[in-house]
């Protein structure tokens, strides 16, 4: 059954049309890439779906309801969550307040410990860096942070914009681990992702976006035997 | 210097400096979230405390029933005022809503100057209490700046707590510290940059009436208080109220030492001349500040 | 309109204000006179907010500080023409003491703080009584002095136009626009800043403690409080805004407009003048960011549109090399030489270090790729080469010269030239003033008439040739990265550091970018540095592949080499690569 549905969607910024035609369709459960090179719009797709970017044409639909219009606080409430480019935390914050923040809307405020103690099961570090300010931890536990605060909302759909820049090697292992335990939850996961490898490893499917559109779809085993497609990736044409 | 006299020389400039951290607070918080530099903030403070010396003289009520009858309205102007006329601003380029901005909010002060002078008159007025004198040893001091003194304390200690613990003051901060990441967690940022511009213009009302029952007030003295405020929040950092506070302190007490000791029309010279050298001498600490 | 309308309407202008003590009243005179002052305060005021971007609010106080001065020497008897010179320097002295801590502020900070100038000039008027007399202000010796001060005053608002007309068209200027549109561009390009900056704020300042003494001479009464009013401060700020700042005659109509509505008033109101200029100020600020000349109904009038037209360096004659040649003179390449090395070098922001004990060394007329995942450093290493960053720790040497603690200018006088990943051109100019700047700025040093000239060569070069005069905000994302490698070139860089020139674009376009990469190298001895994610580009041309991640080198090899090493396999190209081979 199809969680989240994108048809030909446009969006532009100011006078520079970043998307022409973006679609996807995922069913709830699955785990999804979103590759590309730089600038082919895959954060300005994850932008528009959770309402940051106003979108020109196309709709997307969630869970059956439409939510092209809708402000980003409905779009919350009703289940979707965003890890941003770049983590965008609250630097001056203590660690625990960016991720009660996560639960700022009033919904998830009624289970504000209970969903406290799951980020913190899953990110044990967090747990005890609690008190320090957020700008403080390394990039890693920057980025934990990040994917703790998008948690504390209870979602559906975890939208997460090139969660592993800035990650030391080491620890990428971590996150890569906290994200396959959030799917086994049920929770549905887009990832944005330029390590194709990396991408393929996690995710049951991808679409690849270019130049703002999408130009392929395939499951992970199609898109790792599709020659054309590694090619395309590359550049190495 | 005899102790005694440094002593109420002291209390006196801790007294003025915290009613300008007061009025940096609010400056500070609206910059943090909206950066809107508000050039006619001082004014809302000349406003307020002209308006609660005539509120007094004609009624004769405790100033603790004329604080809500002057803040409240205040509160509602600074909302409407931010709704109508800075936020359509924000669509334009950097420079042009810049410019946009202080036009705006120097326009307005020059107005309400005028219509306050017009509507009240412009002499000095204030909020003449009587006051019982507490005296320690050879000190005197009246009540009424004793309870000023407390009610400060009391109103920061509040915003502060306001700020660390309430959803909406976490908000506040949230917005300050980054936009977009607030805007991820549901905060309505338009809302969030509206409701603190009016907090701010509702603070800086408490402290016209404060103001006005220690010092004199006049329709037209509220920039120099605007240039103050701005210099607190230079030197204490941009939606610090800490620093903002140790600031307000240390440049009314330096303010109320150079008019005890030399003259006190050197005093509103501080500020501006401290602001000047803090550019020279700290350009680096400041760009750090600036976080735009 | 011919080229010879203007002239003649001015000098027509000109000649009709002249005749006004003529045949109208002393009254009349005395308000054309208020408003030429007016002119000048706006029109000076405007160099520095219309063409440099920064907004004075303290304007006022040099016209001040140029009253006091005249004031002052003329009651103590001296001769009236020192006194007007002491009028020019004095304010001219201020406004350099201030700019070296006003300049260190930008956007709303500068604002606030130029206007906290005015309070405290007003306070050291009234303080220093001895010399100024305090509240009382100063009397000068009566004397009908309306005429003199009529025609001094309209000889200062013609000299007033022509500089602004000089400024628009003169490398000066153009160094003001580039600080206007980008001041961190503005500085790698080579424009040094503060001096710039600095006297450019000096002109504007004479030219307001001149109209001070001026006024204060005829008014003969000056005061802290007429001097130095808030209100009165923002006057012409708000005329010059209602015109259209940074418009040759923006300035002169909003200031006639304003001036005007103020008139009107002083004649039906007795109170609350003041909340209605405010108000005045107000809804200028809130509905006409732009001022009336830019207004559409204007710039599309038949007879009105050439009040708004922006006024810009005109070229005679196209110039330079024919085809396909750059009029830049080929350097001797001696592959051994070092152009740039990179010793230790490390940048962090708080916790998070971007560049990572990087060293690396790039020979003369080499073509070296840099690659890495985002947020590798690949930027953050370009901005520690150009100076925009200073390193924390290590070393940067450019021909074996330290740069470590160079200004973005110095490095690109040494010859180093670069494009921005998101590309940042001098917006509000056309494609031929951008490149203009590049090259009259850069290592090249050519004047402002040659750069205008040569500068359809560089844009032809680049495929811009039929764009010439479009303004950059109006171009493609590709035509602006176009438009930066050209603004780059024009420089003459011995070394060009290209940040992401390759997406976007279509194969064929990126075959004639590798063309135009490998010919730079190869006809005019440039080196190049280019950071790109799309590989075939890279490997149609480069020679060498510097490849980065968290930070730190991890390889550094000829290109196939760099290609088979599994380490870079597997952190940039992800395993997917090798099995789609």
């Known amino acids: 059954m199809s969680l989240l549905k994108i048809e030909n969607l446009q969006v532009s910024h100011g006078p520079l049309q970043a998307l022409w035609d973006v679609s996807l369709d995922i069913a709830a459960g699955e785990k999804v890439g979103l590759l590309g090179a730089n600038g082919a719009g895959k954060s ?94 390394s990039g890693g536990q920057q980025q934990m942070v990040a994917i703790g605060r998008a948690l504390m909302s209870r979602p559906r759909l975890l939208l997460l914009d090139e969660p592993f820049i800035g990650v030391a090697p080491l620890i990428i292992r971590d996150v890569m681990d906290a994200l396959a335990k959030i799917a086994a939850e049920g929770i549905t996961i887009v990832l944005v992702e330029q390590n194709i490898h990396r991408a393929l490893e996690f995710v049951d499917r991808a679409y690849v976006i270019e130049n703002g559109r999408t130009i392929l779809e395939g499951t992970r085993q199609q898109l790792l035997d599709d020659a054309s497609f590694g090619a395309k990736m590359l550049g190495l044409d | ?167 909406f003051g976490r908000a506040v901060r949230a917005v300050t510290q980054d936009p977009l990441g607030a805007t991820i967690c549901g905060v309505n940022g338009a809302r969030a940059r509206a409701l603190t511009f009016a907090a701010g213009s509702g603070l800086v009302a408490v402290a016209g009436v404060l103001y006005a029952l220690v010092y004199p007030v006049d329709p037209y003295m509220g920039f120099s208080l605007t240039v103050r405020a701005f210099t607190i929040i230079v030197v204490g950092g941009i939606g610090n109220l800490a620093g903002a506070m140790i600031a307000g302190l240390l440049l009314g007490v330096a303010e109320a030492f150079t008019a005890f000791l030399w003259s006190p029309k050197w005093a509103p010279a501080i500020s501006v001349i401290l602001l000047l050298i803090i550019l020279v001498v700290f350009p680096r600490g400041l760009a750090s500040w600036q976080k735009t | 309109m011919s080229r010879a309308a203007p002239l003649a309407i001015s000098v027509a202008a000109a000649l009709l204000v002249a005749s006004v003590p003529a045949f109208a009243g002393s009254y009349i005179s005395a308000i054309v006179f208020a408003m030429m002052i007016s002119f000048v305060m706006a029109q000076s005021w405007d160099w520095v907010n219309g063409q440099m971007g920064y907004l004075n609010l303290g304007h006022y106080a040099f016209y001040g500080i140029g009253a006091y001065a005249f004031a002052i020497l003329l009651t103590r008897g001296v001769p009236l023409v020192p006194c007007f ?56 010796p009566p004397n009908y002095v309306l005429i003199p001060a009529f025609y001094m005053v309209l000889t200062l608002a013609i000299l007033t136009l022509c500089v602004t007309l000089w400024l628009m068209r003169s490398r000066f200027g153009y160094a003001l626009r580039a600080i206007r549109n980008d001041e961190q561009v503005a500085e790698v390009a080579g424009i040094r800043l503060f001096p710039f900056k600095a006297a450019t704020l000096v002109l504007s300042a004479s030219f307001a403690g001149l109209a001070g003494a001026i006024q204060a001479w005829q008014f ?33 109509v909003g200031m006639v407009l304003f001036a005007s509505i103020e008139q009107a008033l002083l004649t039906k109101m007795t109170h609350l003048r003041d909340a209605v200029i405010g108000l005045v100020i107000v809804l200028i600020g809130r509905f006409l960011p732009g001022g009336i000349l830019r207004a559409k109904w204007i710039a599309n009038h038949p007879v009105l549109s050439w009040l708004s037209r922006e006024s810009h360096f005109e070229v005679k004659g196209e110039g330079g090399p024919a085809g396909e040649r750059l009029p830049l003179s080929p350097q001797p390449v001696n592959a051994e030489k070092v152009v740039l090395a990179c010793e230790g070098a490390t940048m962090a922001f708080g916790g998070n270090v971007a560049v990572n004990n990087v060293s ?16 590798s450093g690949k930027t953050t290493l370009f901005n520690l080469v150009s100076g925009i960053y ?10 074996g010269k330290d ?129 790109e994610h799309i590989f075939s580009a890279l490997q149609q041309v480069v020679d060498r592949l510097i490849v980065l991640d968290s930070g730190a080198v991890i390889a550094d090899a000829p290109l196939h080499e760099a290609m088979r090493n599994e380490k870079v396999l597997s952190t940039y190209l992800g395993h997917a690569s090798a099995e789609a081979k």
């Not at chain 3, 790039?362 to 073509?367: A, D, K, P, Y």
């Open chain 1, 44 to 137: 300005t797709t994850l932008g528009a779906v959770v309402g940051y970017y106003p979108v020109q044409s196309g709709c997307i639909t969630f869970d059956r309801e439409d939510e092209t219009r809708s402000e980003v606080s409905q779009r919350l409430s009703r289940g979707m969550a965003l890890v941003p480019e770049g983590r965008r935390l609250f630097t001056d914050m203590s660690v625990r307040e960016n991720l009660e923040m996560g639960a700022y809307m009033s919904g998830p405020r009624r289970k504000l410990a209970e969903s406290l103690e799951h980020v913190f099961s899953l990110f044990p570090i967090l747990n005890e860096k609690q008190r320090q300010a957020a700008g403080t931890l």
């Open chain 2, 1 to 167: 210097m005899p102790f005694d006299i440094f002593v109420q020389v002291l209390l006196n400039g801790i007294l003025l400096g915290g009613i300008y951290a007061l009025v940096a607070f609010g400056l500070s918080l609206v910059y943090g979230v909206a950066h809107i530099l508000n050039i006619a903030h001082g004014t809302l403070l000349a406003i307020s405390g002209v308006f609660a010396s005539l509120v007094y003289m004609h009624t004769g009520w405790h100033p603790l029933l004329i604080i809500p009858m002057i803040v409240v309205p205040i509160f509602a102007f600074g909302y409407l005022f931010h709704a109508g006329l800075l936020r359509p601003l924000a669509s334009r380029g950097k420079h042009d809503e810049t410019i946009g901005t202080v036009l705006i909010t120097t326009g307005a002060l020059i107005m309400m100057s005028d219509i306050t002078g017009f509507a009240a008159g412009t002499q000095q007025r204030n909020i003449p209490v009587r006051s019982e004198m507490l005296e320690i040893g050879d000190i005197i001091l009246p009540w009424s700046q004793i309870w000023i003194l407390g009610g400060i304390v009391i109103l920061t200690i509040a915003l502060h707590l306001y700020l660390k613990y309430a959803w």
């Open chain 3, 85 to 140: 010179a002491a009028g020019i320097f004095f304010g001219a002295l201020a406004a350099l003491i201030v700019s070296f801590p006003l300049f260190r502020l930008k956007g709303d900070y500068f604002a606030f703080a130029t206007l906290a100038v005015v309070p405290l000039c007003e306070l050291l008027a009234n303080n220093f009584d001895g010399l100024t007399r305090g509240s009382d202000g100063i009397t000068l």
């Open chain 3, 220 to 252: 003969s009464y000056i005061a802290p409080n007429t001097m130095f009013n808030l209100g009165v401060a923002l006057v012409p700020i708000a005329g010059a805004l209602l015109g259209g700042s940074g418009l040759l005659l923006g300035p002169l």
């Open chain 3, 360 to 375: 690396l060394t790039i020979r003369q007329g080499e073509i070296v790729g840099l690659v890495g995942p985002n947020g």
């Open chain 3, 390 to 399: 200073r390193p924390k720790t290590g070393r940067i040497l450019i021909d």
């Open chain 3, 403 to 531: 740069i470590s603690q160079f200004r973005a200018d110095e490095i690109s006088h040494l010859g180093i030239g670069r494009t921005y990943q998101i590309p940042r051109p001098f917006l509000e100019l056309t494609v031929r003033e951008n490149i203009a700047i590049g090259r009259t700025f850069g290592a090249s040093k050519v004047s402002l008439e040659e750069a205008m000239r040569t500068a359809g060569v560089f844009a032809a070069y680049v495929g811009l040739g039929g764009l010439l005069d479009r303004k950059a905000e109006l171009l493609s994302l590709q035509q602006k990265k176009a438009l930066e490698l050209a603004r780059a070139l024009a420089a003459e860089p011995k070394l060009l550091l290209v940040d992401e020139v390759a997406s976007g674009l279509s194969t064929v376009e990126i075959a004639t970018f590798v063309k135009h990469i490998r010919d730079i190298r190869d006809h005019y001895g440039i080196t190049i540095i280019w950071v």
